[in-house]
C-alpha cells in the first residue's frame, strides 16, 4: 500500500473523524449512514476516504438504505475500492438489517389491521423482483399460526392451488386466512384474476368454516387491501 493510500485507511485518521471511535465514545446514534457503511468496509481507496466512498456508493441509490440492499456483490465491486470481501461484508450487513425488520415484526403476532400485515409482509416480498403468494393462516384471536409461500411465480404472474391451501388450513388447525401476493410491477390495482381468485378462495373455505379475512397486495412501500376496499 502506498504512503497516499495508507493515509485513507481510518486508523490513520484523527480521532474526531474516525467513525468507530465515534460510535463507541458517542453511540450509534450519531452516525451518518456513510458512517455506519464506512466501518464495514475500514478503508476507501487511494483517492478518497471510506466514509467519502459509502457517501458516494449512497448517492448512487439516491441515499436509500433499501435502495443499497438490492445491490448485488457485483454492482458494488464496480466502486473504486471495494473488492469482494468488503462487498459481500455490506450485502450480509444490509441483510442482516432486512431480517432484523422481519423478525420485528413477527414479534406483532395478532393481526388487528391491514396495515399490520403489510408490516409483517412487506420485508419478505415487497422488494422481489418476481411475484409471490403467500398465506397467513391464524387462531380465533386473530394470532398467527403460520404463514407459507404457496407459489412464487415470474415477473407477470403465479399459481395457487386452492386445496393446498384449505388442506394446511386443516392440519394446523386455522380459522381464517389472509392471502398476500405482491406486485413487483409496483401496481397496486387488483387485476381480474386477483379477484377471482380471492372469491374462489373465499368460497372453499366458507364449506370449511374457514374465513379468507382479506387480501392484500404488496409493493415497496405501499399496499392494497380487498377488506379495505370492500372486496370480500
Not at 463507541?24 to 457503511?37: I, M, Q
Not at 394470532?143 to 395457487?160: P, Y
Not at 413487483?184 to 381480474?192: D, F, I, M, V
Request: glycine content about 6%; proline content about 2%.
Amino acid at each position: 500500500m502506498t504512503k497516499k493510500a495508507a493515509s485513507f485507511s481510518i486508523k490513520n485518521w484523527s480521532i474526531d473523524d474516525q467513525p468507530r471511535e465515534k460510535l463507541r465514545d458517542k453511540g450509534k446514534s450519531v452516525l451518518s449512514d456513510a458512517e455506519l457503511v464506512a466501518i464495514l468496509i475500514g478503508s476507501g481507496n487511494t483517492e478518497e476516504s471510506a466514509v467519502a466512498l459509502c457517501k458516494r456508493i449512497l448517492a448512487s441509490v439516491n441515499n436509500n438504505l433499501n435502495e443499497l440492499g438490492k445491490l448485488t456483490v457485483k454492482q458494488l465491486m464496480d466502486f473504486k475500492g471495494i473488492g469482494e470481501a468488503k462487498a459481500i461484508t455490506i450485502v450480509a450487513a444490509l441483510e442482516l438489517g432486512r431480517r432484523r425488520r422481519a423478525e420485528e415484526a413477527l414479534e406483532k403476532q395478532k393481526i388487528s389491521s391491514s396495515k399490520s400485515v403489510f408490516e409483517l409482509m412487506q420485508p419478505i416480498i415487497g422488494e422481489l423482483a418476481h411475484e409471490e403468494f403467500w398465506i397467513i393462516y391464524l387462531n380465533n384471536s386473530n394470532k398467527v399460526i403460520q404463514k407459507q409461500q404457496l407459489s412464487k411465480g415470474g415477473i407477470t404472474g403465479t399459481l395457487v392451488d386452492v386445496r393446498l391451501v384449505l388442506k394446511n388450513a386443516l392440519e394446523v388447525g386455522a380459522t381464517g386466512l389472509i392471502l398476500v401476493h405482491n406486485h413487483p410491477s409496483g401496481t397496486l390495482k387488483p387485476s381480474e384474476a386477483d379477484k377471482q381468485l380471492t372469491q374462489k378462495l373465499k368460497h372453499a373455505s366458507n364449506s370449511l368454516d374457514i374465513k379468507v379475512l382479506d387480501h392484500l397486495i404488496i409493493t415497496e412501500k405501499a399496499y392494497f387491501s380487498f377488506a379495505d376496499e370492500t372486496l370480500l
